[in-house]
């Protein structure tokens, strides 16, 4: 975003929604004017497309974390489709330490990154579609691919988590892009 000010030579600048750093897609930023619109795309719902080894847990939930678990991936399509059945709707989730979120003034990431863990209560978010694109339940890197479109707050690396820790094995993301956000694809 300071980047693009600058090479715009913008006064005002936003964006409308961070994104984690191993994910991609779509960001729409603002400038000028335009800014005062910015927070209703913030409260825009979202698209993604993400990727989930099973069997691997890591510290921060992604590739980029330190292997913390391994465990073997035991279940059959029809679990899977079951255990993703129930993140559908309304959920509370507990926000990753490994976020921006702020704590007395402070992002979350720091706290871990200086070894604390911090209680966080969980949220209530909405995940309205939650579709498997693919699955590969056995094999030497087992994963699913998944489409989610959901409210705003929602964290997939959290969700992913909690979808292959449901599944009995843990899991982390291994890849993450937002294909969408509100009516910007």
Not at 4 to 10: E, Q
Not at 49 to 65: H, K, M
Not at 124 to 136: C, H, K, S
Request: proline residues 4%.
């Amino acid at each position: 975003l300071q980047k693009v000010k600058w090479l715009l030579r913008a006064e005002k600048a936003g964006h409308t929604g961070t994104l984690d750093p191993l994910a991609s897609g779509v960001l729409p930023l603002c400038f000028g004017a335009a800014t005062k619109f910015s927070q209703g795309q913030l409260d825009a719902d979202k698209a993604y497309e993400t990727t989930v080894a099973l069997g691997i847990r890591t510290r921060t939930g992604d590739v980029e974390g330190e292997v913390i678990e391994r465990r073997r991936v035991q279940c059959s399509m029809g679990q899977l489709m079951e255990v993703l059945d129930q993140f559908k709707g309304n959920i509370d989730q507990v926000p990753p330490m490994y976020s921006a979120l702020k704590k007395d003034g402070k992002a979350l990431y720091e706290y871990a990154r200086a070894g604390t863990t911090v209680v966080r209560a969980p949220r209530r978010v909405r995940i309205d579609t939650l579709e498997l694109l693919d699955a590969q339940l056995s094999g030497d890197a087992p994963q699913i691919r998944l489409r989610v479109r959901c409210s705003k707050g929602t964290y997939i690396r959290t969700l992913g988590e909690d979808i292959a820790e449901r599944l009995g094995c843990g899991g982390h993301l291994t890849h993450l892009r937002r294909i969408a956000t509100g009516p910007f694809e």
